[in-house]
């Protein structure tokens, strides 16, 4: 078949645009590089490089360095790297007992970060968005250039519609069928897409592109406070769902002689491994959070027997419950975070056991279990990532519409 210059056109734009995303996502999850090592990791010719990398400066996406001499034959490579100060994100993410806020450059970059203490129990929709609003302008405030975020990342300890940022069920903030997305848009106010994402799925994508679950395409990320959701990534892509409530690990059935759920059902994974039933069996009072955590936590390291037997408990359900997620996913890597990432130390040995004995040999074998090297800003930082995606996956049209943002913040 003999194809007209109008596809012919249409294939060749095609084509630019996602050799343009090639360049950018290498240099946002590997940093600097020089031209050659950019024709290596992409494919393409030194000239095509040449060329895309030109249309990237000039249009202030990226900076070309002089390269480092290194005593080698021939002409040293320029060194290219993304324009970290100018390209930004804004995070946010709200969490049972914390709201955070990050401002990150092109590249992952962390610019401005803080992170403050709210109180445990249900808080309105409106309050919540006016304290991070006001933690969002305070941020961008401290930046010298005061630039606009290409785009906003939402963080939640729920169930959310990514379409829309609805947020439909978050049982530890008290909330069904809120409109999260809707409400920090108009309260930004600021002239850039705003995605809000569930925790877990974002502490996932975080950990698979800046922490242990780098180099692991298949990874199964388990975030557990006071209640635990899971973020999963299988052959490098996240699998949320058709509407994106997928991962809800937390609430997988596991004791049907157990605790109820505040899910409303009964003997939930999160009823034997979240932070409730560790306090519960270490003697604390259910309600009292990070402080009663750190306490048992000591208590352990003490050799406490009471709270080595509720740590050991916690363990043997963990265990089992990954030992099912083993075999049905076959992940290479399980990320442990949170508040299990904290208690890694004292049930890794029962965990591996566990697996051991419950999972299936040939997925057994495959698989590692390692806490989080992000710690409690993984989801935050997921945010961010997940704010940077439309850049990374057409960088020709956020090219295209720079101008016209530009013109935007002087008007």
Not at 158 to 186: E, H, K, Y
């Amino acid at each position: 078949m003999v194809m007209g210059r109008e596809e012919l056109g249409q294939r060749s734009e095609t084509v630019r645009r996602a050799n343009l995303s090639a360049i950018v996502r290498e240099l946002h999850l590997h940093g600097p590089l020089s031209r050659s090592e950019l024709v290596a990791r992409t494919g393409l010719t030194r000239s095509a490089i040449r060329a895309l990398i030109g249309e990237l400066v000039t249009g202030e996406l990226v900076v070309e360095e002089p390269a480092l001499r290194l005593g080698t034959p021939g002409r040293p490579s320029p060194l290219v790297r993304l324009a970290t100060e100018s390209t930004v994100v804004l995070a946010l993410e709200i969490s049972i007992d914390s709201l955070a806020v990050a401002i990150l450059g092109a590249g992952g970059v962390v610019l401005e970060h803080r992170r403050v203490d709210r109180p445990r129990g249900h808080s309105t929709l409106e309050e919540i968005a006016a304290d991070l609003v006001d933690l969002a302008r305070a941020a961008r405030a401290r930046r010298p250039l005061g630039e606009t975020p290409i785009g906003v990342g939402v963080a939640v300890a729920g169930i959310v519609n990514r379409s829309d940022g609805l947020v439909s069920f978050a049982p530890n903030l008290g909330w069904v069928d809120v409109p999260l997305g809707a409400t920090l848009t108009a309260g930004l106010a600021l002239p850039v897409p705003v995605g809000v994402a569930n925790e877990s799925d974002l502490g996932a994508l975080a950990e698979l592109r800046r922490g242990a679950a780098r180099g692991a395409d298949d990874v199964l990320y388990v975030h557990g406070e006071v209640g635990v959701g899971g973020g999963i990534i299988v052959d490098g892509r996240p699998l949320s769902g058709i509407a994106g409530y997928g991962g809800e690990i937390g609430h997988m059935p596991i004791n049907p002689q157990g605790r109820p759920c505040r899910c409303g059902s009964t003997g939930c994974w999160e009823t034997e491994v979240g932070e409730r039933a560790l306090l519960a069996r270490a003697g604390y009072p259910l309600d009292g959070g990070r402080a009663a955590v750190d306490a048992v936590l000591a208590d352990a390291a003490a050799g406490v027997p009471e709270a080595l037997a509720a740590l050991q408990s916690v363990g043997r359900w963990l265990g089992l419950g990954l030992a099912g997620l083993v075999n049905i996913l076959n992940p290479r890597r399980v990320i442990l975070g949170g508040l299990l990432s904290r208690i890694h130390p004292f049930v890794a040995d029962l965990v591996e056991a566990s697996l051991d004995r419950h999972a299936l040999a040939a997925p057994r074998r495959l698989v590692s279990v390692v806490p989080s090297t992000l710690g409690v800003d993984a989801p935050l930082l997921g945010a961010a990532e997940m704010a940077f995606e439309p850049l990374l996956a057409d960088p020709a049209a956020w090219l295209g519409t720079r101008g016209a943002l530009v013109q935007l913040e002087s008007a």
